[in-house]
């Protein structure tokens, strides 16, 4: 089945400083999604994007799917970003989403 | 709009013992699924349902039950609760099977 790798597994951050988030997948993609868990363990959604380019305050994501790989971009971090960004995939058609093993982010004040 | 609603958010059993996890959604979706997240880890399908009637397997489905008797409700079943399944569970669902899901606030169970 399709494999999925995020990196960096952990970051540490000041607030205000700005991150980038990698998720590279095996596979062709129908669906992907970036999720936020907080640290009440809420899985918050961010993206749907398989393919482009899109923007959420702060927060921006860019899939190239022929490339296989997305990018997670966190600008101005602040202490509420902390938390655990998945990355999930999907290529079936079933919405069976596989997910990576997550980027632990820790920002502090 | 309640989106997707899981009951209860904890859970204490005793090896052995047999429970039922809910899940319910309001927003007419035909896709439902179940995952289990063990720490340190990301989540992992355990079944999955692509409209009332209809339900497979995914990853890890062993010692899990499912059913869909209406679009909305999408219960999993643990038949004979062990340790080896203390995780935190999470309900899903979508619109169809390549667009974006939502998930439950998670039901944290612990098998002693």
């Known amino acids: 089945g399709i494999q999925v790798e995020q990196s960096p597994p952990d970051l540490i951050l000041q607030e205000g400083a700005n991150s980038t988030l990698r998720c590279n997948f095996s596979?062709?993609?129908?669906?992907l999604q970036w999720f936020h868990q907080n640290p009440w363990g809420q899985l918050i959604n961010l993206f749907y994007i398989p393919s482009g380019t899109k923007q959420n305050g702060r927060l921006s994501a860019t899939t190239v799917a022929t490339e296989r790989y997305s990018l997670l971009y966190i600008s101005s971090s602040q202490t509420t970003d902390s938390g655990v960004y998945f990355c999930?995939?999907?290529?079936?058609?079933?919405?069976?989403?596989?997910f990576g093993t997550g980027t632990r982010l820790l920002v502090s004040p | 709009n309640a989106g997707v609603t899981q009951t209860p958010k904890f859970q204490v059993l005793k090896t052995g013992q047999s429970m039922t996890l809910q899940c319910a959604q309001d927003?007419?979706?035909?896709?439902m699924s179940w995952y289990r997240q063990d720490p340190g880890m990301g989540l992992r399908l355990i079944h999955y349902s692509v409209g009332a009637g209809i339900t497979d397997q995914g990853e890890v489905p062993n010692g899990y039950n499912v059913s869909r008797s209406t679009t909305e409700d999408f219960p999993l079943r643990l038949l004979s609760a062990a340790p080896s399944q203390t995780s935190v569970y999470f309900c899903?669902?979508?619109?169809?099977?390549?667009?974006?899901?939502?998930f439950g606030q998670g039901t944290r169970l612990t098998v002693v």
């Open positions: 899903a669902s979508s619109y169809k099977g390549n667009t974006e899901a939502f």
């Open positions: 596979d062709s993609v129908n669906n």
């Open positions: 927003m007419n979706h035909e896709y």
């Open positions: 999930a995939v999907e290529n079936t058609g079933f919405q069976k989403l596989v």
